[in-house]
């Protein structure tokens, strides 16, 4: 097979599913499964929460960002350069009125220092077609049901 899985998205091809599960574990506190890797989620004291993970909006904006430093990387890589620098920083907020969201995202690359001028414009442009970033400017058809 000539077909290759993109950058960023695990091993599977375009079309084919992709699994994670999530179980409650107590209070505020779920835990993600996802091939073989383990996250927890909670939410802050003044929510609710024993705030002993980031919540699920602060992982959304991780993952873009995460996302983005890896777009980055790996243009750089391409470009025979060295990652030792590069960050990313995201700030997100969230909206006043209802339903519940994230209303706004700013990202900042912060660029390896030894980044010529000339490959400034050519990092942004492959960071800025992340597959997280191009998922939220197409949003896909989500379903939620309950299991029988």
Do not use: W
């Not at 994670?20 to 996802?34: A, I, Q, S």
């Amino acid at each position: 097979m000539t077909d290759t899985a993109p950058e960023g998205t695990g091993k599977r091809l375009p079309g084919e599913a992709h699994r994670l599960d999530v179980t409650h574990v107590e209070g505020d506190v779920y835990v993600v499964d996802v091939r073989g890797h383990r996250l927890r989620v909670d939410q802050p004291t003044d929510a609710g929460g024993a705030d002993t993970a980031p919540t699920p909006t602060e992982l959304f904006a991780a993952s873009l960002a995460t996302c983005v430093a890896f777009y980055a990387g790996r243009y750089l890589l391409r470009h025979g350069m060295p990652c030792d620098g590069l960050g990313v920083r995201a700030e997100f907020d969230m909206a006043t009125d209802r339903p519940a969201r994230v209303a706004a995202v700013r990202m900042m690359i912060v660029p390896p220092p030894q980044l010529p001028a000339e490959r400034r414009a050519g990092l942004l442009a492959v960071a800025s077609h992340c597959t997280v970033h191009n998922t939220l400017q197409r949003s896909p058809d989500i379903g939620i049901e309950l299991a029988p």
